[in-house]
């Protein structure tokens, strides 16, 4: 598709100024939940087995790696994906994460029926990521395999969204960051990957990179910051809608707090590098978030002004 030209989308230029599923089970696949399949025109579901081997995943922004979380210093990377000797389908009844599942698909499709309007908005059509969900480890058309190490991610070369719900309960265990809204605030930054991708936005961050390899970093925290503020704008519609409780905010906020690049080295025990940072601190993100949560407009996401980070 084209590149996504509304006012909100802006283009990115070598002097740095600011400018576009399926459930996977690591051992057996689930039916497509009646009551979920097709929300919001549905996200045509994929239900496939995932028995992989664990590959080595490469990162990024561009138009082949995957934008994720890397958490791979707080997790490490050798984890083998459970059930790989079980290639048993788990009956839909028996799986401890049904509830989890259906929350997510039912997240994701309502964030992405947000940019369905808001390309709208802009005079132009919204081509649907799917979801894939995996467990332990995975492997992608485009952008390699990965484990539960990397954290929920999205590969731009075929457009899917990957989440191992595990992941989940790790926030709560790992990073302390419990609840239902702080994923969907994941589940919401990943469409915003996806939302980047269409808009043409990963492919000028990829066109910049090769030309000025220096700045990878920088414009990677910048992409990712964006993404933050895009989840923010879909929060600021479920707000409108009167669907959010009483500390809910507060979820997304210390989910976003969680997984900056300053509490990740810290909680790996790691001295803080902003040399090595990928996707901003704890601050920036969480002010990208709340910056798009408070305007609920996407044109305030510019994270590639100069003077954004």
Same mark, same amino acid.
Not at 117 to 134: H, K, M, Q
Not at 227 to 248: R, S
Not at 255 to 284: I, M
């Given at each position: 598709?084209?590149?996504?030209?509304?006012?909100?989308?802006?283009?990115?230029?070598?002097?740095?100024?600011? *400018?576009?599923?399926?459930?996977?089970?690591?051992?057996?696949?689930? +039916? %497509?939940?009646?009551? %979920? !399949?097709?929300?919001?025109?549905?996200?045509?579901?994929?239900?496939?087995? @995932?028995?992989?081997?664990?590959?080595?995943?490469?990162?990024?922004?561009?138009?082949?790696?995957?934008?994720? #979380?890397?958490?791979?210093?707080?997790?490490?990377?050798?984890?083998? !994906? *459970?059930?790989?000797?079980?290639?048993? +389908?788990?009956?839909?009844?028996?799986?401890?994460?049904?509830?989890?599942?259906?929350?997510?698909?039912?997240? #994701?499709?309502?964030?992405?029926?947000?940019?369905?309007?808001?390309?709208?908005?802009?005079?132009?059509?919204?081509?649907?990521? =799917?979801? @894939?969900?995996?467990?332990?480890?995975?492997?992608?058309?485009?952008?390699?395999?990965?484990?539960?190490?990397?954290? *929920?991610?999205?590969?731009?070369?075929?457009?899917?969204?990957? &989440?191992? &719900?595990? #992941?989940?309960?790790?926030?709560?265990?790992?990073?302390?960051?419990?609840?239902?809204?702080?994923?969907?605030?994941? %589940? !919401?930054?990943?469409?915003?990957?996806?939302?980047?991708?269409?808009?043409?936005?990963?492919?000028?961050?990829?066109?910049?990179?090769?030309?000025?390899?220096? $700045? /990878?970093?920088?414009?990677?925290?910048?992409?990712?910051?964006?993404?933050?503020?895009?989840?923010?704008?879909?929060?600021?519609?479920?707000?409108? =809608?009167?669907?959010? =409780?009483?500390?809910?905010?507060?979820?997304?906020?210390?989910?976003?707090?969680?997984?900056?690049?300053?509490?990740?080295?810290?909680?790996?025990?790691? $001295?803080?590098?902003?040399?090595? #940072?990928?996707?901003?601190?704890?601050?920036?993100?969480?002010?990208?978030?709340?910056?798009?949560?408070?305007?609920?407009?996407?044109? /305030?996401?510019?994270?590639?002004? +100069?003077?954004?980070?």
């Amino acid at each position: 598709m084209a590149a996504h030209e509304g006012s909100w989308a802006r283009r990115i230029d070598v002097r740095g100024a600011a *400018p576009r599923g399926g459930a996977q089970r690591g051992s057996g696949g689930l +039916p %497509i939940p009646g009551n %979920i !399949a097709g929300v919001g025109g549905g996200a045509g579901l994929i239900i496939v087995l @995932v028995i992989v081997a664990i590959q080595v995943f490469g990162g990024g922004g561009d138009s082949s790696g995957g934008t994720g #979380f890397d958490l791979n210093d707080v997790f490490g990377a050798g984890v083998q !994906a *459970p059930g790989a000797a079980d290639e048993s +389908p788990i009956p839909a009844g028996q799986d401890p994460q049904r509830d989890l599942f259906e929350f997510s698909d039912y997240v #994701f499709n309502d964030a992405q029926q947000t940019w369905v309007g808001t390309f709208r908005e802009g005079g132009d059509s919204y081509d649907r990521a =799917e979801l @894939v969900v995996y467990d332990g480890a995975v492997s992608t058309d485009g952008c390699g395999g990965a484990t539960a190490a990397v954290g *929920p991610f999205y590969c731009p070369a075929d457009q899917r969204v990957y &989440l191992d &719900l595990t #992941f989940y309960e790790d926030m709560r265990r790992q990073l302390g960051a419990s609840g239902d809204f702080a994923w969907a605030y994941v %589940i !919401a930054h990943e469409i915003g990957h996806h939302v980047q991708n269409l808009t043409g936005t990963n492919g000028e961050v990829a066109r910049v990179e090769r030309g000025d390899p220096d $700045r /990878a970093n920088e414009l990677s925290v910048r992409l990712e910051l964006q993404a933050d503020c895009y989840a923010g704008v879909w929060a600021a519609t479920v707000f409108a =809608e009167g669907d959010l =409780e009483p500390g809910d905010l507060d979820e997304a906020f210390t989910a976003s707090e969680a997984v900056g690049d300053d509490r990740l080295q810290e909680n790996a025990g790691q $001295r803080v590098d902003p040399d090595s #940072f990928t996707h901003g601190t704890s601050e920036q993100r969480r002010t990208w978030f709340e910056n798009g949560f408070e305007s609920g407009d996407a044109a /305030a996401c510019d994270t590639f002004s +100069p003077d954004a980070i």
